[in-house]
């Protein structure tokens, strides 16, 4: 079976543009989660995303949003990019109350 | 709010030799603990995993007991292998909340040398 996918795998910005993440859940999740890690840090939740609707909101700012489509699949938008963005930007899903199991990634460069 | 502490590392051991890093959580109610391992320019894998007290999560080699009593999940394995250097988080989930976003500590990493 296959797992969590992510998409771009690598990608770089600069400053004040917007960028777009992918995220394709393992086939019967439902539940998809966005986590940000910043280099020499544990991941820090910022979205979860149940049937289309936000479960959760970590401490982040308004310029990240994200949404759920009907296939389960998922994308996160962070808008007006800082340097401080730059991070390692994680999905997981699961079934809710079941572990989560997490893709590769998309490490994110702002110039 | 919950929150994990995990040893500061690095941490370098010599092959075969015993390996412990320390965990310990602050939760309300009856958190779900993990161990997750991240090798070099991947994401996350689960490594183990504890649901209540005095479970023993185990694989690879790799053991965790949760104790409820001093709120930790300590990470063993009995003899490492240079394929076992990675960056190592303990993590927990407040699932009886009904919320089940996951709390990190900001990790160990591993170095193992032959």
């Known amino acids: 079976d296959a797992g969590v996918t992510q998409s771009p795998t690598h990608l770089i910005k600069t400053r004040g543009q917007h960028v777009t993440l992918r995220c394709s859940p393992i086939?019967?999740?439902?539940?998809v989660s966005w986590y940000q890690q910043v280099l020499g840090q544990g991941p820090q939740f910022i979205f979860q995303?149940?049937?289309?609707?936000?479960?959760g909101r970590g401490n982040f700012p308004d310029r990240f949003s994200a949404r759920q489509f009907p296939n389960y699949s998922s994308e996160l938008n962070v808008n007006a990019l800082l340097l401080g963005d730059s991070a390692l930007y994680l999905c997981?899903?699961?079934?809710?109350?079941?572990?989560?199991?997490f893709g590769p990634g998309t490490r994110l460069l702002v110039l | 709010g919950n929150s994990v502490t995990q040893m500061e590392g690095p941490v370098t051991l010599s092959e075969e030799a015993f390996l412990t890093i320390n965990c310990t959580y602050t939760?309300?109610?009856?958190?779900?603990l993990f161990w997750y391992v991240q090798y070099p320019g991947e994401g996350l894998q689960l490594l183990l995993k504890?649901?209540?007290?005095?479970d023993k999560g185990s694989n690879k080699g790799f053991e965790a007991t949760y104790r409820k009593e001093t709120t930790s999940f300590h990470l063993e394995k009995g003899s490492v292998q240079v394929s076992d250097s990675a960056v190592y988080f303990c993590?927990?989930?407040?699932?009886?909340?009904?919320?089940?976003?996951?709390?990190f500590g900001k990790g160990t990493r591993l170095s193992v040398i032959a």
């Open positions: 086939s019967g999740h439902k539940s």
């Open positions: 993590a927990l989930s407040g699932r009886n909340s009904g919320n089940t976003p996951l709390v």
């Open positions: 504890a649901t209540k007290a005095d």
């Open positions: 995303y149940y049937e289309k609707e936000e479960r």
């Open positions: 939760a309300t109610g009856y958190p779900s």
């Open positions: 997981a899903s699961e079934v809710v109350g079941e572990t989560q199991y």
